[in-house]
């Protein structure tokens, strides 16, 4: 069997670095060998996962799809799963999360917590503001191509409005958020599910990227168990193949609601790799090669930091301090090969470890401290 990824950044190099102590048949498409992949995988195409031709070429060439991206093009995945190629996720899931005003009808249609909404065109928010159906404070997203922060403005009071962004969008009443915390599923093609531990996040101030994330969350057990039932739910209701990242909130209510998902490996599963018995990278290999999910127990408590590039700094990233922190016992930095660094961009991360989550919170303070990219 061979298995196809539709992506060569950073999620696309640690499948394949996951893949290759099982021997596993694998090739990658990407538009440039100058991305992270084909730094360690010779097995891979230049083309663009956005043309129809090109991923029709590439998926002709493999017998299992998955991506590291939504963007991919859906068109081409609809024609290669009725010629009999098995997509991961399905292309009906990817039309439904790419749109963020999907995804809040889906949940509403199967009574999943979400927070309250409207759908509404960029220019049509003032007007509502106007009519009362939509109230200060709230947060605007657009519906299509938000990523890492990108496509998000939280507007609190009038003098926000200038910064409101155009296109079709959802508006969300503001929640009171205590907690901001993460579930990721893994679902095989035989209904089989496994989830790993709940992880708690910290967002930079400014990036409106996740800062450090930590796992075991500092959630009672009651309300850890209830974020896994709604996140499994999602799983099921959708009837995804993969993996699913499930971003959720603890309001001051003390209610779980649904964020948003990704239907593929995700930032807020990086520490797996060395934090749980088996990684979100392995589990999707093995459920794309068939064979049994592993054990997605947590090894000892974990921090998960990402390296941004510095803001100020841009061009051939340097890594400051880096042989610092690995003189540190229980930190493991992962640099992900990117030839440029630009202020904000993700650049590695680095995951921390020690028995007292305390501890490892503590040492992951002093990497972020020491450790910095670039130029």
Same mark, same amino acid.
């Given at each position: 069997?061979?298995?196809?990824?539709?992506?060569?950044?950073?999620?696309?190099?640690?499948?394949?670095?996951?893949?290759?102590? *099982?021997?596993?048949?694998? @090739? =990658?498409?990407? #538009?440039? %060998? +100058?991305?992270?992949?084909?730094?360690?995988?010779?097995?891979?195409?230049?083309?663009?996962?956005?043309?129809?031709?090109?991923?029709?070429?590439?998926?002709?060439?493999?017998?299992?799809?998955?991506?590291?991206?939504?963007?991919?093009?859906?068109?081409?995945?609809?024609?290669?799963?009725?010629?009999?190629?098995?997509?991961?996720?399905?292309?009906?899931?990817?039309?439904?999360?790419a749109d963020k005003g999907f995804q809040k009808n889906?949940?509403?249609?199967?009574?999943?917590p979400t927070s309250s909404f409207i759908l509404c065109?960029?220019?049509?928010?003032?007007?509502?503001?106007?009519?009362?159906?939509?109230?200060?404070?709230?947060?605007?997203?657009?519906?299509?191509?938000?990523?890492?922060?990108?496509?998000?403005?939280?507007?609190?009071?009038?003098?926000?409005?200038?910064? *409101?962004?155009?296109?079709? @969008? =959802?508006?969300? #009443?503001? %929640? +009171?958020?205590?907690?901001?915390?993460?579930?990721?599923?893994?679902?095989?093609?035989?209904?089989?599910?496994?989830?790993?531990?709940?992880?708690?996040?910290?967002?930079?101030?400014?990036?409106?990227?996740?800062?450090?994330?930590?796992?075991?969350?500092?959630?009672?057990?009651?309300?850890?168990?209830?974020?896994?039932?709604?996140?499994?739910?999602?799983?099921?209701?959708?009837?995804?193949?993969?993996?699913?990242?499930?971003?959720?909130?603890?309001d001051a209510d003390g209610n779980i609601l649904i964020?948003?998902?990704?239907?593929?490996?995700?930032?807020?599963?990086?520490?797996?790799?060395?934090?749980?018995?088996?990684?979100?990278?392995?589990?999707?290999?093995?459920?794309?090669?068939?064979?049994?999910?592993?054990?997605?127990?947590?090894?000892?408590?974990?921090?998960?930091?990402?390296?941004?590039?510095?803001?100020?700094?841009?061009?051939?990233?340097?890594?400051?301090?880096?042989?610092?922190?690995?003189?540190?016992?229980?930190?493991?930095?992962?640099?992900?090969?990117?030839?440029?660094?630009?202020?904000?961009?993700?650049?590695?991360?680095?995951?921390?470890?020690?028995?007292?989550?305390?501890?490892?919170?503590?040492?992951?303070?002093?990497?972020?401290?020491?450790?910095?990219?670039?130029?």
């Amino acid at each position: 069997m061979k298995i196809g990824i539709l992506g060569g950044g950073q999620l696309g190099r640690m499948l394949v670095q996951a893949a290759i102590p *099982l021997d596993i048949d694998i @090739s =990658v498409m990407d #538009k440039s %060998v +100058d991305f992270p992949t084909p730094d360690i995988w010779p097995y891979f195409q230049e083309g663009d996962f956005t043309n129809y031709d090109h991923v029709m070429e590439f998926g002709r060439t493999v017998d299992v799809l998955t991506i590291e991206i939504e963007s991919v093009n859906v068109e081409a995945l609809y024609d290669l799963e009725r010629e009999g190629k098995v997509i991961f996720p399905q292309p009906r899931l990817l039309d439904i999360i790419a749109d963020k005003g999907f995804q809040k009808n889906f949940y509403k249609e199967h009574d999943l917590p979400t927070s309250s909404f409207i759908l509404c065109d960029g220019f049509e928010i003032k007007d509502k503001i106007v009519s009362g159906e939509v109230t200060f404070p709230f947060v605007q997203k657009v519906r299509k191509g938000g990523y890492d922060g990108r496509g998000v403005q939280v507007v609190f009071s009038e003098a926000d409005l200038e910064k *409101l962004l155009s296109g079709p @969008s =959802v508006v969300e #009443k503001m %929640v +009171d958020i205590q907690k901001e915390i993460a579930v990721i599923v893994c679902r095989g093609m035989d209904g089989q599910m496994s989830h790993f531990p709940v992880v708690e996040m910290s967002f930079h101030p400014t990036a409106n990227l996740v800062e450090f994330l930590f796992s075991p969350s500092t959630l009672p057990s009651e309300k850890q168990k209830e974020a896994i039932e709604i996140s499994r739910g999602i799983a099921e209701k959708m009837g995804i193949y993969g993996l699913l990242a499930v971003e959720l909130f603890e309001d001051a209510d003390g209610n779980i609601l649904i964020n948003e998902v990704a239907p593929r490996p995700h930032n807020s599963g990086h520490h797996t790799i060395e934090a749980c018995i088996t990684s979100q990278y392995e589990q999707l290999i093995r459920v794309l090669s068939g064979f049994p999910q592993g054990d997605t127990d947590l090894i000892q408590p974990t921090v998960m930091i990402n390296l941004l590039g510095e803001d100020g700094f841009a061009g051939i990233p340097i890594f400051e301090g880096l042989g610092e922190v690995l003189g540190m016992k229980g930190v493991y930095p992962h640099i992900y090969g990117k030839t440029t660094t630009k202020p904000f961009r993700k650049m590695g991360h680095v995951t921390v470890m020690n028995q007292q989550l305390d501890e490892a919170i503590n040492l992951a303070q002093k990497v972020k401290e020491i450790l910095k990219v670039k130029a």
